[in-house]
Structure formats: C-alpha cells, structure tokens
C-alpha cells in the first residue's frame, strides 16, 4: 500500500512508501524535478522514529497547525557575513511551538486516555499550548503550574479551559508529581518534552524548513528540555545529514550542556535568566538527552546580555517582540558568527509570548 503526503508547496514534499520500504523525496530546483529515494531506517527510541513519525505527525496536525514564514534578514545576514533567515515560530497558534506537539500527542490518544483526561505541568508555553489543544480536542486537563510562574501566565491557562493547579516548587519536581498522580489514577501524563509524540510534532518545523530552503546549511535552535532540538535534529538529519544542528541555552540555565558533557542528565546551579520558557532541569529518564546527544552537532551558551541584544535586534529589524528563549537562536549565531561566514543559516524563533513592559524594562526600544 503507498501512502502519500501532499503538502501545498511545490519546492518539497515527501511520499511515505509502506511497508516502510523507501522514503522518496521530491523538490524542484531551478525548475528540474529532482527525486532522492532513502531507504527507511527507523531510528528509535522509547518510540521516536525519523523521518517517518515526524512525517505521520505532520499530517495528522493539518490544518489547525499553521507553517510558519521563514523570512530572510537582509540587516543579520550582513551582521553575520552569511543567509540568515528566521522561522517564526511566535507565529504559531498560542504564540509559540509548543501547540504543534500538543497537538499530535491527543490525536495519539486512544478513546479510553481521551475519556479519561491528561495531566501535565508547565511554566506557560506548553500548558498554553496544551490547554488550547485540550479545548479543540475536547479532552480535559489538569496542570499544574509552579507558583513562581508569572500571574499573566495563570490567567491565560484558566481561560484557555485548563484547571491549573500550582505547585510549591520547581518546575521539574511539578513534573515529576503530576506523573505521579497521573500513574495513580490512570490517565496520560503529557510532558512538555520527554515524549515522543511530543518530539514528533516539534520536528515538523525541521520539515517546514527542509521545504522552504532545501539548501539550508545550518539551523540554531533553542533548548529547554530537548523536545524542540530533539525533533528537528532528528528530522533533518535523517534526510539531509550534512546539515549542522546547533542547540543555544542561556548560561544562566544550561542543564543540557552540562548534562551532555557529563554524559548523564546532571543538576547545576540555577539563576534567573530572561529565556525563562527554557529555564529549569531535565527530569530522570528524559529521553531527549541520548536524541541530542546522537543528533545535534553542538551546544552555546549565551549571556543575558547577549539575549536582551537578540530581543532588539529581532525588534528592531523586523518589528516583532519576541520572548528571551525566542531570542536565543539568534543569541547563539550572534556568538558564533565568525564559524559561520559565508553559510546559509535559520533560527528557529520558538515564541513571542512577551509583554511590551517587560520590553520597556529591558530597554529594548519599542
């Protein structure tokens, strides 16, 4: 049986060929229909498989998911002496990537874990994400949420439909508890990243990309708990290997760095940091650390300095205010620009869930 995938764009698509035989990749390039035939070596962990789950996922998320512009930066290419250009992700529904893996993952529920309802826990992005998701899919949620999160952010969870419960503590001991209750009473526990439908859906970006600019060289990406860099590494790479993967933490916060080096997930000293939807730890077992550590080619971190001058460069180049993790792709490049003269460079802009007095505070011109 041949199963197609048919995407609006001419420049890419992709034809899924059962029972997993071969992968064709189509694309026109200077006119001429060009065909590239992969055989299917699943990859998998705890259940991620590339290409074909990201593909599956990309699919099934269609059309509530939007594909996000990917638009060049005339004043960042001159900066960093190559082609740069951004995927915005702030474009998303919800204002961020996060409701791409929301949304796969409750339409790989069964009819049971749907009755049922979820659980989950959440600094923001993901709870608005997934509060949204649960509201289209008619699945109820519980998440919960550290008291230290922003008051804006709680008043957005509850009128997205969540009940938002919060939680003395760290976002990953939240985490941690809500697997726990969601063990005892039966239902999912959907985590922000340490899923692999979840990692799936994040990856469609990478495939978004792939189609818009077959000749990518080089894509930033920001990092939290992995689930971002996990799918589009994982994606990419296995159908354009040469591409760099290059995943950006704030100092301040950078578990998967320190975690990577140690070769097991490791806890380090914690400090406020501006790229707050990435801030915190990895929680035990993620799976995200051996997918980062197979695919992606290298980690940066990065100043707040160095974040607050991404957030006004994006800002005053393009008009757009953007969160501290949204900034940290171009935090990276801005950091390692002279590795990168002369390349063909995205940044995965993951989200502008900002306020403009948090802008004002900054300093950020607006």
């Not at 997934?130 to 009128?159: I, M, T």
Request: charged residues 25%.
């Amino acid at each position: 049986m041949t199963k197609s995938i048919s995407y609006k764009s001419l420049l890419f698509c992709l034809a899924l060929v059962r029972p997993g035989d071969a992968l064709a990749w189509l694309f026109l390039k200077n006119g001429v229909l060009l065909v590239k035939i992969l055989p299917l070596r699943e990859k998998r962990m705890d259940g991620v498989r590339f290409p074909e789950g990201v593909l599956e996922a990309r699919q099934r998320m269609e059309p509530e998911v939007f594909h996000t512009p990917l638009t060049a930066s005339a004043r960042l290419s001159r900066l960093c002496h190559g082609e740069v250009r951004l995927k915005w992700e702030n474009k998303q529904v919800t204002g961020s990537f996060k409701f791409r893996g929301a949304l796969n993952r409750l339409r790989t529920l069964s009819p049971e874990e749907r009755a049922k309802g979820v659980i989950s826990a959440s600094t923001g992005n993901h709870g608005l994400a997934l509060s949204w998701a649960c509201q289209l899919e008619e699945v109820s949620l519980l998440l919960f949420v550290p008291k230290n999160a922003a008051a804006e952010k709680f008043r957005r969870l509850a009128e997205a439909g969540a009940t938002v419960i919060r939680y003395e503590g760290s976002c990953e001991a939240a985490e941690i508890y809500g697997r726990q209750l969601a063990s005892e009473e039966g239902k999912v526990f959907i985590s922000p990243y340490n899923d692999a439908e979840i990692i799936h859906g994040q990856g469609t970006i990478g495939s978004e990309i792939l189609e818009d600019w077959p000749e990518v060289e080089a894509v930033f990406v920001p990092v939290g708990g992995g689930g971002l860099i996990s799918g589009i590494a994982g994606l990419m790479k296995s159908l354009k290997p040469a591409v760099r993967i290059l995943g950006v933490e704030p100092e301040n916060s950078a578990f998967m760095t320190a975690s990577l080096r140690a070769g097991q997930i490791t806890q380090i000293e914690e400090k406020e940091t501006l790229a707050e939807a990435v801030a915190g730890g990895l929680e035990p077992g993620a799976i995200t650390l051996e997918l980062c550590s197979k695919y992606v080619d290298g980690m940066i971190t990065v100043s707040e300095e160095r974040i607050r001058q991404a957030m006004d460069l994006i800002y005053l180049e393009h008009g757009r205010m953007v969160e501290g993790a949204g900034a940290l792709a171009l935090a990276g490049l801005l950091s390692q620009a002279k590795d990168f003269e002369g390349r063909r460079i995205a940044l995965v802009v993951s989200g502008g869930n900002v306020s403009p007095e948090l802008f004002s505070h900054l300093g950020v011109k607006t």
